[in-house]
């Protein structure tokens, strides 16, 4: 079967390898990867495929705070650090995506990582927090953090001067209750989210498509968001690309099925955004399936099937494109390192990040969890000329999440693992270069 797919693939393939190849060097400055991960060669010291040149070192793992004892992961999921303010870039935030609070009495946690003294903390934790994942610092100071479930909400700490303190914790119901995960803020203080479901399969009261939107709350007064509109993305196109409207206000207390009414577009499990300049990237994880069969029974692949891509939100003008899609300029992943047939590829996108030069960083919800980078350069049509293999996790069932650069620190990647399947192996990893001979 992997020998007719790789058949059915070729030709696409070869429309963006040539590409990526010829750059050699892209933004971060590294010659990329030539394959995946594979698990065979997992060390947990190192536990990351990284390009000639580039090390890795764990920044605070569950040996420096282990939350959850007893053989349970601490499970690490997303990241930020203090972006303005005192001793900016200092301290680095991180959710931990604790599930099931009832048979997990401690609850949902975030914790603090003190970068220079490496003191590491817990900064709030309640029993009824559940499955927390994304996490935004704002440009006024405080921090985001949401769950990912349904009717999942997003919470605002407001911290203490030493900034590893919380002095409370605000429940901000106006900006929706959805499966939470991507937050991000545009210059004017206007909130997007997107809805972590199953829109387009799953829906809503047995209604297909519904939900799994993208969203943007404009708050009454900018930097204060316990009151504001929210609003859904419609998109007039095939497949959630076109043009597309902000329509609303919509309930945010009943966000997949208010949105849905007033026309928001549904797509198969957003996950993650983020805004580089003024442009919206979004994360949809999956997609239909690579491969089909046609009526002659043949199996084909086409650049309308996918497992996962990632899509481009012009903020003026609102046309959505797709900027990363498998078998148009990135590889089509078949199978898995070290079987027959296997070739890496772009597969299950999740976490997005913005990269010092402005490329697009994006990590996979997969095995091997894969690191790409992908050029704000696009062609005609919107997609990345330059969509590049960066790093790869040999951590057997293990999965990268977070990936940040820190505006302090642009030449540190962090990135977290979660279930790894070292003891106590959770944790949050800095890939970064080495330093040249001779400096």
Excluded at 102 to 108: A, D, I, K, M, T
Excluded at 117 to 141: F, K, M, N
Excluded at 258 to 285: C, F, H, K, N, W
Excluded at 370 to 382: H, K, L, P, R, Y
């Amino acid at each position: 079967m992997y020998r007719c797919k790789m058949l059915a693939v070729a030709l696409v393939t070869l429309a963006f390898s040539g590409l990526a190849e010829s750059d050699g060097i892209d933004g971060f400055n590294f010659t990329p990867l030539d394959a995946s991960a594979n698990s065979a060669d997992w060390k947990p010291a190192s536990p990351w495929k990284v390009p000639k040149g580039f090390k890795q070192r764990v920044v605070s793992d569950e040996t420096d705070l282990n939350i959850y004892d007893g053989g349970r992961n601490d499970w690490h999921d997303m990241n930020t650090v203090n972006e303005t303010g005192p001793e900016k870039g200092r301290y680095l935030y991180r959710t931990h995506e604790l599930r099931n609070p009832n048979s997990q009495p401690e609850g949902g946690s975030v914790s603090v990582v003190d970068l220079k003294t490496g003191e590491t903390r817990i900064l709030v934790q309640d029993s009824g927090y559940d499955a927390l994942d994304g996490i935004r610092w704002t440009p006024w100071g405080t921090i985001l953090f949401a769950e990912e479930i349904t009717d999942g909400r997003l919470f605002e700490i407001f911290l203490e001067d030493d900034r590893m303190t919380a002095k409370r914790v605000v429940d901000r119901a106006a900006v929706g209750r959805i499966a939470h995960e991507g937050i991000d803020l545009d210059p004017d203080g206007n909130l997007y989210v997107i809805d972590e479901h199953h829109g387009r399969t799953s829906g809503c009261n047995g209604d297909v498509p519904c939900g799994g939107g993208v969203y943007k709350f404009v708050p009454d007064v900018a930097g204060d968001l316990s009151a504001g509109a929210l609003y859904a993305l419609k998109v007039n196109g095939r497949d959630g690309v076109g043009q597309g409207e902000w329509v609303g206000p919509i309930d945010p207390l009943n966000v997949r099925e208010s949105g849905s009414a007033a026309g928001g577009q549904s797509y198969q499990r957003p996950e993650d955004l983020e805004i580089i300049g003024d442009t919206l990237y979004v994360a949809i994880t999956e997609g239909p399936r690579d491969t089909k069969v046609d009526r002659r029974g043949r199996l084909v692949f086409t650049s309308e099937l996918y497992e996962g891509r990632v899509i481009a939100i012009d903020l003026h003008t609102l046309q959505v494109t797709n900027f990363v899609k498998p078998g148009v300029n990135a590889p089509v992943e078949i199978g898995k390192p070290g079987e027959e047939g296997h070739q890496s590829g772009f597969d299950s996108v999740d976490n997005l990040a913005e990269a010092p030069n402005g490329d697009l960083v994006m990590i996979e919800d997969n095995n091997p969890s894969d690191i790409w980078f992908a050029s704000q350069v696009t062609n005609a049509f919107g997609a990345s000329r330059s969509v590049t293999l960066f790093a790869s996790l040999t951590d057997p069932g293990a999965e990268g999440t977070g990936i940040y650069f820190s505006p302090e620190d642009p030449d540190t990647l962090y990135v977290n693992v979660q279930h790894s399947a070292a003891d106590d192996g959770d944790g949050t990893w800095a890939i970064s270069r080495e330093e040249r001979k001779g400096k």
